[in-house]
Each structure stands twice: as C-alpha cells, then as structure tokens.
C-alpha cells in the first residue's frame, strides 16, 4: 500500500507567495507512483484540502486527518513547503511533533534556532565557523544608527532577523541611509540583524540528508545584476547563477566541508541551504545563513544542483520522503 503524504504549503507571512511558487514545481515532480500525495493549504484562515472537485475540505487539527467522501485519510509523513511561518520557524514542526507524523525538514528546535539569523551566526561561530561581524537590535530597545556605526564599518547589510527571501533587506554604503535601512527592516521583524559587509564571491550549496547518510549538491555561485542578492535577484531574473561554480576544487572542498560540518552541528534533516561569502584575502568561507526550507520554484538553487547532480527531482522528493518514513513512529 503507497504511503500518504501530506505536502504542506502556503503559511502566515508575506513568504507564502514563494511557498505557492515552491508548489508548483514539488507538485509536478513528486512520484505518485510511490506515493499518495494530498496538498494542504495552511493559511491564518484556516488548513485545507482542496478536492478534484474543487471542494475545500478543513483538516481535523485534533490528529492532522482528512475526511473525504466519508472516509477517515491519515497520513505516514509530511513533505514541508512552508517558506516563512509557520513552516519554517519551527511551530509546524512541534506541532507534527505532538501528533507523532515524520517530515521532511528540521526538527523544531533547529527550525527555531535556524529562523533567527543571529542565534545561528552565534551558535556556528561558537563551534568556530567563520561569520561576519554583527549587531541584533530589538525594536522595544532601539539603537541610533551612530551606534551602530561605532561597532560596526560600512558598507552593512540591514536584514530582519527572522524570514528569508531577503524580503525587507539592504545593503547600505553611506551612514546617511543607515536609518531607512532599519526602518524598512522593521516593517518585516521586530528584530534586526546588521551586519558587516564581507568582499568575495558569493556561494551557496545544499546539503541534504537520505537513507544513505549526508549528500552534498554541487555548489552554485550567485553574481547578483543588483548591488546584493535581493528579492529581485532570486526571484525576478536579475541575478546569474552557475551551477556547479566554476571554482578551484581547494575551495569548493572548503565550501562542502564546512557545510557537512554545519549540517551537523545543527542537527538538520532533510534539505537545507547554506549561503557563504569566500573572501580570497584570507582564503576563508564566511557562513551568512542556513535556509531550513529552501525555495524550489522554477528559479530556485537546489532544483539547479540536483539536476546538476545528475538526479531528477521525482528522485530528489522520493529520497526526502523515504528519509522522513523512516522516523515514523508505530
């Protein structure tokens, strides 16, 4: 009998628009052949399932089951697309916890921790990770821009510290635009993260975990046509991306060692996406952050370094599926 899985989109933030974009490409590449595969819609309006006929039928939240035509569906393992909360902060993931279903992301301790962009630089830099240096501020204790500057050299980057997509993110050259930056970052999180400009080339590789142990993607090299790697770079076009880089093996060796050894320290499952700086002066890979749910839209990374990989993604989900079944509880 083919296991059920409930593939889980949408969300609560302004990311769900990537969630929906996501969709599109796990919906027309997971095996259905392997799998029963049911797609949730989870919104602040409510969790549902929409029918072949187009009916939307609300999830029972008491055990996470459907009932369709009056038969009661349950599910073996859940296949998470949830960019943004709650997916990605790790509610979704003790929730599922409570109700004893496997999925395919990080557990919610590592989600949690993963989401706020500064804990995770503090904790990788603990265990010796090469990260920039960084201010957290708190909207309840604002910081004037001049003090941030005196800790800090620009050029920075303004970032809210909890969400991706680079949504509501700056760069900032000149201390004149230090203020808007922090502003327009507020509008997203009640925390932000400022940080230190590092010059290199920008690199990021996914890391996933099968049956079979921990795999890396071939890395991929991000030259923005903006003057960082924005919104509309990741998502409108306006950014080149090569897969694999073309870089010297020493450094791609750094790049995939260092990753292997992020994964690890943070206890990851499933795939997860590592963004890194290679500042060629001190010939080190600076860690920027871990995309616990990384995109996989048309113009996503992790579908170009699969296919880089030499895999199709029916293949790709399969093996993050199967990883997850075999946490299943009973």
């Given amino acids: 009998m083919k296991p059920n899985i409930a593939f889980v989109t949408g969300g609560y933030s302004t990311e769900a628009v990537i969630s929906y974009k996501s969709a599109l490409t796990i919906e027309k590449n997971v095996d259905t052949d392997k799998f029963n595969v049911y797609k949730i819609d989870i919104t602040p309006n409510g969790w549902f399932y929409e029918s072949g006929k187009g009916e939307k039928i609300t999830i029972d939240r008491q055990d996470f089951s459907l009932t369709i035509d009056g038969k009661k569906i349950t599910f073996d393992a859940v296949l998470i697309g949830i960019h943004g909360t709650p997916g990605e902060d790790g509610k979704l993931q003790g929730y599922f916890d409570l109700t004893g279903l496997p999925y395919t992301s990080c557990d919610s301790a590592t989600s949690a921790l993963t989401f706020n962009k500064r804990y995770t630089v503090a904790v990788a830099a603990f265990a010796g990770i090469n990260v920039a240096k960084s201010v957290h501020i708190f909207k309840h204790s604002p910081v004037l821009p001049d003090q941030i500057l005196s800790q800090l050299s620009l050029p920075v980057f303004v970032k809210p510290n909890n969400g991706g997509s680079s949504i509501g993110m700056s760069k900032v050259n000149e201390a004149a635009y230090l203020a808007g930056a922090l502003e327009k970052a507020f509008k997203e999180d009640d925390q932000i993260l400022v940080e230190e400009f590092i010059a290199g080339r920008e690199f990021t590789i ?23 790697f924005d919104y509309e770079a990741k998502y409108e076009g306006l950014s080149e991306e090569i897969t694999p880089a073309q870089v010297d093996e020493s450094i791609a060796e750094k790049i995939r060692s260092t990753a292997k050894k992020i994964y690890e320290l943070f206890n990851c499952s499933g795939v997860v996406r590592i963004d890194f700086i290679y500042n060629e002066a001190k010939q080190a890979a600076y860690m920027l952050e871990i995309n616990t749910v990384p995109g996989q839209s048309e113009a996503s990374i992790v579908p170009q370094q699969v296919r880089a990989m030499g895999w199709t993604l029916k293949e790709f989900y399969s093996a993050l599926i199967e990883d997850a079944l075999t946490r299943k509880k009973g």
Avoid at 214 to 225: D, Q, Y
């Fill in 206 to 228: 996914g890391v996933f975990k099968s049956t079979k142990g921990i795999i890396t993607l071939p890395i991929t090299e991000v030259i923005s046509k903006k003057d960082f």
